[in-house]
């Protein structure tokens, strides 16, 4: 008798109105310093590193999935924190620097976002060589959360702007910062190879038995490719990559379905869900493994809905 191997699974559908437009550019970096101080600065809270480990200690043993980050949580909205310049062209722009002490990256979470017809919002690094951007009022979410994905080092700037006939429209509530502590080279790399430190295999370092979809050996699955996706999920727990599929349905009518593993979603509440940022192209571009993650990460979606799982639990329960 055979035996067959069920996998646990997870169906999510994905929102498919959080494009980013990297084309718009922050508006201070178009328009004339005079009219930007430096940015205010909000220091969060020190991360407590050692309890992050004792907590990933117990994820190992429970064969829960695995996290390169925790939350802090905060209170920054546009009324609270930060300061704004006024345009010659009537409009106004906010600026904010958020700094984590020792973080590898930051994970900006919001609990309310709303962009109203003709604002922008950015978050890039105080070297402005990251940029992530821009979102307009496409992108605003139906249930005020939000995230914009991970971006590197141990501050970033947020960034938005509205025009004068929208003024006082929109919403910024940053309530969590996602404090990536390990891994993040491994998985999304900046300028450097991936860290010493960390899991065996990371970014551009996969077994010969692995091969990158654009040798000749994938010729003849360009089309499937485009299904594969990396996932930053969010939880309850904190922060970690998956990675999932689309898929369509008996109906053939490219319903934006994707299926992911039942673990992925330990922790993770309804609000939450619409925080997971999805990467897509997220693959060498040749068939030589790339040593940084360059534009990998430029394609993204933000935020999915839970339809269906295997009702396992996740971890080693299954």
Not at 106 to 118: A, K, V
Not at 128 to 152: C, M, Q
Not at 205 to 218: D, F, K, L
Not at 294 to 308: D, E, I, Q
Request: proline letters at 5%.
């Amino acid at each position: 008798m055979k035996r067959v191997l069920l996998l646990p699974i997870l169906l999510l559908v994905l929102f498919t109105y959080s494009q980013v437009n990297t084309e718009i550019l922050p508006k201070s970096f178009t328009i004339s310093q005079k009219y930007f101080p430096r940015a205010k600065k909000t220091e969060l809270p020190v991360f407590a590193l050692s309890e992050a480990e004792r907590l990933d200690k117990i994820d190992e043993k429970n064969g829960s999935f695995p996290k390169i980050g925790r939350s802090i949580y905060t209170n920054i909205t546009l009324d609270n924190s930060g300061s704004w310049s006024y345009l010659p062209d009537g409009g106004r722009v906010w600026r904010l620097m958020v700094v984590s002490e020792g973080a590898q990256a930051l994970i900006p979470y919001f609990n309310g976002f709303y962009l109203p017809q003709g604002a922008t919002f950015h978050v890039y690094t105080p070297e402005k060589d990251e940029v992530i951007g821009a979102y307009t009022s496409t992108s605003n979410p139906k249930d005020g959360y939000f995230s914009t994905g991970l971006i590197h080092g141990e501050s970033c700037i947020l960034e938005y702007y509205e025009p004068a006939n929208v003024i006082g429209q929109g919403i910024i509530s940053l309530n969590e910062v996602g404090h990536a502590y390990r891994w993040v080279n491994n998985y999304f790399p900046r300028k450097s190879p991936r860290e010493a430190q960390g899991p065996s295999l990371g970014f551009g370092s996969s077994s010969s038995c692995e091969v990158n979809v654009n040798c000749s050996e994938g010729a003849n699955w360009q089309n499937q490719k485009n299904a594969v996706v990396c996932i930053l999920v969010q939880s309850t727990q904190g922060q970690g990559f998956c990675t999932g599929s689309m898929i369509n349905n008996t109906n053939q009518d490219c319903t934006p379905y994707l299926i992911s593993a039942q673990h992925c979603s330990e922790g993770t509440t309804s609000n939450q869900y619409s925080q997971w940022v999805f990467y897509f192209n997220y693959e060498a571009p040749t068939c030589t493994n790339p040593s940084t993650v360059g534009t990998l990460t430029n394609h993204s979606l933000t935020g999915c809905t839970k339809k269906a799982d295997s009702n396992d639990n996740g971890g080693a329960t299954g």
